[in-house]
């Protein structure tokens, strides 16, 4: 997180699953990189990948 | 002598013109001769915060920096008083009186420094991989720019001062917000860099990287990988800096090791590009040239491969503040990437036929970014 003027910017990490096509938004992980597959998908045999890493900024 | 206040009010009431001037003249008295000193006081006063805040940039991200370099890496003696010494580098360009073969000067010094840092770090801590050496690079970087605006701002404030000469402070007055705007988008990036997290500056790379999923990463130059793949019955070269590490790569290294394996009939270069005062932010731009910053070196051996091949080359850049293009990617900019591939495609397709090839380089730093 970066402080800037007192905005807040809080990052997160956008997955998608290769076969559901299931997207899943959470808080930024230490390790995570766009393009890696962290973890399989909850809903079905695939594996999930991260497709962006972003910051929401918070004022 | 006594001073009779009814008197003097009386030859006030008979002479009231007397008094005006006066009052009129003392000031113009005080503005001819001490006007400058005024206006060096006041422009100075506002200077002065902000070196107080540039030195608080400097102090708080070498102290980050140091803190980092303990708690997450194994280094084999105390590595700050070593680290302390790199801050103070400097680089002293070539002479340009004859600018005759100059970039490949510029060239040679600004990676022979890389070098140098490359191996004084790698040197100081065991067991420290590629990305962590490329975070401490860029880390390094934002500390040495960081002092080198606040010595710089404070020689210029100081000698003013020193002198009592406003017009040497006037260049400083009208260059210090835009030193600001600077130091404050480099200290912001500080914390992206240290937890390998993509940047603004990183949606060419990502964009490409995305591109070169699934297919087969070669080696093109130093921290730069290519692949080959296909659209629409055309073969699409693939070039970005090697992710995750917080690297550009060497795009024109890269570039040459292309065209000695296949010329390609089209180059595309995706990048980050700052935008104007009043554009939006993640707004695409397309257009034509090499889009690629930094100091030029990189650019001007793209521009001169692609001239000696007759290669055109198209730009698609994505506009950003300078903060934004340095600092965690915000999600406007990360959302445009769906749209500035589709324009990829579009101008594939309208300046290449079928059994062409195109050479797309995604420009920009890769931290967080792989491919």
Redesign the interface.
């Known amino acids: 997180?970066?402080?800037?003027k007192n905005r807040i910017?809080t990052?997160?990490t956008?997955m998608e699953c290769d076969s559901c096509k299931i997207l899943k938004k959470r808080k930024?992980s230490?390790?995570?990189?766009?393009?890696?597959i962290p973890e399989g998908c909850s809903e079905c045999d695939g594996k999930m990948l991260i497709?962006?890493?972003?910051?929401?900024?918070m004022d | 002598m006594d001073f009779n206040f009814d008197e003097f009010l009386a030859w006030v009431g008979e002479d009231i013109d007397t008094l005006m001037m006066l009052i009129w003249i003392l000031p113009v008295i005080i503005f001819v001769f001490y006007g400058q000193r005024i206006q060096l006081i006041i422009s100075s006063n506002e200077i002065k915060k902000d070196i107080g805040k540039l030195e608080e940039y400097t102090a708080s991200t070498k102290k980050d920096f140091l803190n980092y370099v303990k708690n997450n890496l194994n280094s084999k003696s105390d590595p700050s008083k070593k680290l302390d010494s790199f801050f103070d580098y400097f680089t002293i360009m070539p002479v340009d009186m004859d600018p005759n073969g100059i970039i490949s000067k510029i060239n040679h010094l600004v990676r022979s420094r890389e070098d140098f840092i490359r191996l004084q770090i790698t040197g100081m801590f065991s067991n420290l991989s590629s990305i962590e050496l490329s975070k401490l690079q860029n880390l390094l970087e934002i500390v040495t720019t960081l002092q080198l605006f606040y010595k710089h701002t404070r020689h210029l404030y100081l000698t003013a001062k020193k002198q009592k000469n406003f017009p040497l402070i006037l260049p400083l007055q009208m260059m210090i917000p835009f030193i600001m705007e600077e130091a404050?988008a480099l200290?912001?990036a500080?914390?992206?860099i240290k937890?390998?997290?993509?940047i603004g500056d990183g949606i060419g790379p990502?964009i490409v990287?995305?591109m070169m999923?699934g297919t087969t990463k070669e080696s093109a130059a130093f921290e730069t990988v290519w692949s080959k793949t296909t659209f629409e019955d055309r073969d699409l070269f693939l070039l970005k800096a090697k992710?995750?590490n917080a690297t550009v790569g060497r795009p024109g290294d890269g570039l040459e090791k292309i065209i000695s394996i296949k010329k390609p009939d089209l180059v595309i270069m995706i990048d980050a590009s700052l935008k104007l005062e009043g554009e939006d932010s993640a707004s695409i731009a397309k257009g034509f040239g090499a889009a690629i910053g930094g100091i030029g070196t990189e650019r001007f051996k793209i521009e001169e491969i692609t001239t000696r091949n007759g290669i055109p080359i198209l730009a698609l850049v994505v506009k950003q503040s300078i903060?934004e293009a340095i600092?965690?990617?915000?999600?406007e900019?990360?959302?445009s990437?769906k749209t500035v591939k589709d324009e990829l495609y579009e101008m594939i397709r309208e300046n290449t036929t079928s059994g062409q090839s195109v050479l797309v380089i995604g420009v920009g730093n890769t931290i967080?970014?792989?491919?």
């Open positions: 997180m970066s402080k800037s910017s990052c997160y956008s930024f230490n390790g995570d990189i766009v393009f890696s497709t962006k890493i972003f910051g929401v900024i | 404050v200290k912001d500080m914390p992206a937890n390998g997290q993509p990502m990287g995305q999923l992710g995750p903060h600092t965690l990617m915000t999600k900019i990360a959302d990437a967080g970014v792989s491919q």
